[in-house]
């Protein structure tokens, strides 16, 4: 068949899908916007729980609703105990993300408002989402070490409790509020690969946990949210096959010429600085020189410069550190091992994947919701309308 060849967009780049509410990227300028307010700004003055609001409702709580809110995330972080009973049945070497891909439609089990399809019922299951999935990682965390897992500390915010749940040690209000602006920065990103797979199965009328299950998958992928734990992979590396800060050069070059990633740079949008990698930057020297890994920081920073020039010597500008080149590091001095480092991403995306099935479910930003049915051009075989020749089992060749 004569086929007509089209000039397709690989991967969707630049394709508007849907219209959305919830957040906006400017990859020109550097900009990420959530509700409309900036990122920096939220980062500064806001907390996670807030955030979450802010995602789900389409406003910042006042007050007492912060408290209810807050009040109803405490509450609704217990975890069922056939779930904990099966954790005790997996492999122990069970990846964190596979565990969590799991366990989301577990959860969806025991929800009593699983087949209530309102916006007030799914704004709840959202909520218990939010709630439980700190808690899972915590505990899968512990009960593959052999330990049993700890309870909550209700005087803890969430992301410090998450800390003591999966560490069993006590965080500073310090190192509580930084991982508290780690989730802030990481809550939403438009269309990123996970949302849209969050919101394409959700779109059949699949319930959220089906939604958030495939969400887990995708964000547990190299190029997307697993990137943070292969950054520190690629450091490890580095500091294994070099003796001092002045080889990084060479072996940023070996690794570029090799066509080899390195891993935290390069975005799909932001063809400058991601406005979250800024932060996050600061964020690994503050606490390099409090715990005294600076020498990530200094790997990284190197790492970075020379990369950068590297690119743009081979005319590929553009491509700057993204959320994961620094937030590796950052987890790693809060003692979160490397395969948590992902799931650490999942507990804070998991309030922008909640936004976007709702907005998805209930057709908020475009008026009425609608199945996903892309097109894809057939280039395989065609042997006209009668199809190719059948050949029976026994007559074909091996
Ligand atoms: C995120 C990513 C997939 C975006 O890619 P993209 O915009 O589609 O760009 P491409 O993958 O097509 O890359 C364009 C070119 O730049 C190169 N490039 C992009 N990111 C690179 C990186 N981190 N290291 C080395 N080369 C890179 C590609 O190899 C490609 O080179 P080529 O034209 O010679 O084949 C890509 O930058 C990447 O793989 N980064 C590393 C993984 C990562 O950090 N992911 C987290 C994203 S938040």
């Not at 109803?72 to 997996?90: A, D, H, K, Q, W």
Request: with cysteine; glycine share 8%; proline share 5%.
């Amino acid at each position: 068949m004569a086929q007509e060849v089209r000039v397709k967009n690989i991967g969707l780049r630049g394709v508007a899908v849907a219209d959305t509410k919830i957040s906006y990227i400017d990859g020109e300028r550097g900009i990420l916007i959530y509700r409309g307010y900036r990122i920096e700004e939220l980062a500064e003055k806001t907390t996670f729980p807030e955030v979450a609001y802010l995602l789900l409702k389409g406003r910042l709580p006042g007050r007492a609703q912060l408290e209810e809110f807050s009040e109803m995330l405490v509450n609704s972080r217990e975890i069922p105990p056939y779930v904990l009973e099966s954790f005790r049945t997996l492999p122990r070497e069970g990846d964190p993300m596979d565990v969590l891909q799991g366990v989301v439609p577990l959860l969806a089990l025991s929800d009593p408002e699983l087949q209530d399809e309102s916006r007030e019922a799914n704004e709840r299951k959202a909520l218990r989402l939010i709630a439980r999935l700190p808690a899972v990682i915590a505990a899968w965390n512990r009960i593959r070490q052999g330990e049993d897992p700890l309870p909550p500390d209700d005087s803890l915010t969430h992301a410090g409790n998450f800390l003591w749940q999966l560490t069993g040690k006590k965080p500073s209000e310090d190192m509580a509020r930084d991982l508290d602006v780690c989730l802030i920065l990481h809550a939403d990103h438009t269309f990123n690969a996970s949302t849209f797979a969050c919101r394409e199965v959700v779109s059949t009328q699949a319930h959220m946990y089906a939604g958030v299950s495939a969400g887990v998958g995708a964000l547990s992928g190299a190029l997307h949210g697993g990137a943070n734990a292969r950054v520190m992979q690629m450091l490890e590396q580095v500091e294994k096959e070099i003796h001092s800060l002045d080889e990084v050069e060479d072996w940023v070059r070996r690794r570029i010429d090799a066509h080899e990633k390195i891993m935290g740079m390069g975005h799909a949008v932001y063809k400058t600085d991601d406005p979250r990698s800024k932060i996050l930057r600061v964020m690994s020297k503050r606490l390099g020189e409090k715990t005294g890994y600076e020498k990530w920081y200094q790997l990284l920073t190197r790492i970075e410069k020379v990369a950068t020039e590297e690119f743009e010597k081979k005319g590929k500008t553009g491509i700057k550190c993204n959320v994961d080149f620094y937030s590796g590091s950052v987890y790693a001095m809060m003692g979160i091992p490397r395969d948590i480092m992902t799931p650490v991403f999942a507990i804070s995306r998991i309030s922008g994947w909640c936004a976007h099935i709702l907005e998805e479910k209930f057709g908020e930003a475009q008026g009425k919701p609608a199945l996903y049915r892309p097109q894809a051009e057939y280039v395989g075989d065609y042997c006209g309308e009668i199809g190719c020749v059948f050949q029976p089992l026994e007559e074909r060749e091996t």
